[in-house]
């Protein structure tokens, strides 16, 4: 399983772009990155997934370089709403179990009025 | 609702005590996964379901933790004998079938408090 690394935490504020970055250098070529979002008391949600280059959808947007070692989730204008931890996966989508959902710490994200 | 549905929201119980969850998931998903996640950390794995089949546990689920899912709908997680080490956010996430993983769609998690 490639090991991630994402910062503990991070502040913004209302109306700012929020880039959460994950590093995964021993990502593997059937590999693919997603990513969670948490908020208390509830289960974690899908947010995005890509492979490579960039990938965006109503939510977010998902940044992967050439080399595939980090990625870059990016949240245009956050809210309040968006206070919450972000998860980031990286496992083959082809697998089950164990592999296909493993999750490390996240990056707890708090915006400011 | 249509979405993954766990049973209770919350309990608390006793230490020394059984305890049982129950997961209904999206229909029609024939994966179906356990975690646990206490505070401040992500969510851990304990078990995944393929249809009624249970296909991997992580060595977290100790003897007094068991598992099901009788024709691969619902599931339940029992807990024998609880500890307060046990305390902790019990969840239940399903996907659907297919050559390639998709999202994984998580419940609300229950909630167990073991005094």
């Known amino acids: 399983l490639a090991k991630t690394t994402q910062p503990i935490s991070m502040d913004s504020y209302e109306g700012q772009e929020v880039n959460i970055t994950c590093s995964h250098n021993?990502?593997?070529?059937?590999?693919?990155i997603t990513w969670y979002q948490q908020f208390p008391s509830q289960g974690p949600r899908f947010i995005i997934q890509g492979y490579k280059t960039k990938v965006t959808n109503e939510v977010a947007s998902l940044f992967i370089p050439a080399d595939r070692k980090s990625s870059t989730l990016s949240l245009p204008r956050v809210s309040l709403s968006d206070t919450a931890v972000y998860y980031c996966?990286?496992?083959?989508?082809?697998?089950?179990?164990?592999?296909?959902?493993?999750f490390g710490s996240g990056t707890r994200l708090q915006v400011q009025p | 609702d249509t979405g993954v549905s766990q049973d209770p929201r919350h309990k608390i119980t006793k230490r020394g005590q059984n305890v049982t969850f129950r997961c209904d998931p999206i229909?029609?998903?024939?994966?179906l996964y356990w975690y646990r996640q206490t505070l401040g950390q992500g969510p851990e794995f304990l078990t995944y379901?393929?249809?009624?089949?249970?296909?991997?546990k992580s060595r977290l689920l100790s003897d007094r933790f068991s598992a099901e899912r009788p024709k691969g709908s619902f599931s339940t997680l029992e807990i024998q004998r609880t500890e307060q080490g046990d305390s902790a956010m019990y969840l239940c996430a399903s996907s659907p079938q297919g050559g390639f993983n998709t999202e994984a769609f998580f419940g609300q998690g229950t909630r167990l408090t073991v005094v």
């Open positions: 021993n990502i593997a070529t059937n590999d693919y």
């Open positions: 229909s029609e998903h024939n994966r």
């Open positions: 379901f393929q249809n009624e089949a249970q296909l991997e």
């Open positions: 996966l990286v496992g083959d989508m082809r697998d089950t179990g164990r592999r296909a959902l493993t």
